[in-house]
């Protein structure tokens, strides 16, 4: 399994841009960059992925690096409800690999 | 439009008891994907199933765990004579048409084993 490297934790102040990195250097081409994230005692939710491109969607935007080897996770303005554990996965197939991922705490 | 549906969402054993734990997929989605959490880490993938049919139980302990995807009815993950090392969160995901698409996850069932 190709492996992601993530900070282990992250604060960040309310209303203000969170930029969560990803290191992925051993990425292969058919590897789709995923995010998702986890709340305190809930399921995994599903926030982003990418091939190539910037993608955005209502939740968050991903920035991904030309050589596709690092991939950047942007909440435009951090809520109290953001605060969790947030896990940038590689996938080529239906086996999704969850690491540590990255604790973000959001301050009032 | 209800998500992945889990239950019981929390479960309390005595070594040896059987766990049954129930996930229900979203509306349309055929395709359930069972994973497991232990406590302080990541969640690990255990079992693929489509209706009728197991494709990937490759992440399953050989033994005392099987899971099933009837026809009509919800998935069902199913431990026998648990031990206290089976505590943990089992969480069920499940995707549309296709196993490349996301994967949507419940709310997870967290089983106690005493």
């Known amino acids: 399994d190709a492996k992601t490297t993530q900070p282990n934790s992250m604060e960040s102040n309310e209303e203000e841009p969170v930029h969560l990195p990803c290191n992925h250097s051993?990425?292969?081409?058919?590897?789709?960059i995923h995010w998702y994230r986890q709340l305190p005692s809930q399921g995994p939710e599903y926030v982003i992925h990418?091939?190539?491109s910037n993608v955005n969607n209502r939740m968050a935007s991903l920035a991904i690096a030309e050589d596709r080897k690092s991939s950047t996770l942007i909440l435009h303005r951090a809520t109290l409800r953001d605060a969790a554990v947030y896990y940038c996965i590689l996938r080529d197939d239906y086996k999704l690999s969850f690491g540590a991922g990255t604790t973000v705490t959001v301050r009032a | 439009n209800a998500g992945v549906m889990q239950n019981p969402r929390h479960l309390v054993r005595r070594r040896g008891q059987e766990a049954r734990l129930r996930c229900s997929p979203m509306k349309g989605h055929s395709h359930v994907y069972w994973y497991r959490q232990l406590p302080e880490e990541g969640l690990k993938f255990m079992v693929y199933?489509?209706?009728?049919?197991?494709?990937?139980e490759s992440g399953m302990p050989k033994e005392r765990f099987s899971a099933e995807f009837p026809k009509e009815g919800p998935s069902i993950l199913r431990i026998q004579q648990v031990v206290r090392g089976d505590s943990a969160a089992y969480f069920c995901?499940?995707?549309?048409?296709?196993?490349?698409?996301?994967?949507?996850f419940g709310p997870g069932t967290r089983l106690l084993v005493l």
């Open positions: 990418g091939l190539t």
């Open positions: 051993t990425i292969s081409g058919t590897d789709y």
């Open positions: 995901a499940s995707s549309p048409d296709s196993p490349q698409e996301t994967q949507y």
């Open positions: 199933l489509q209706k009728e049919n197991i494709i990937d």
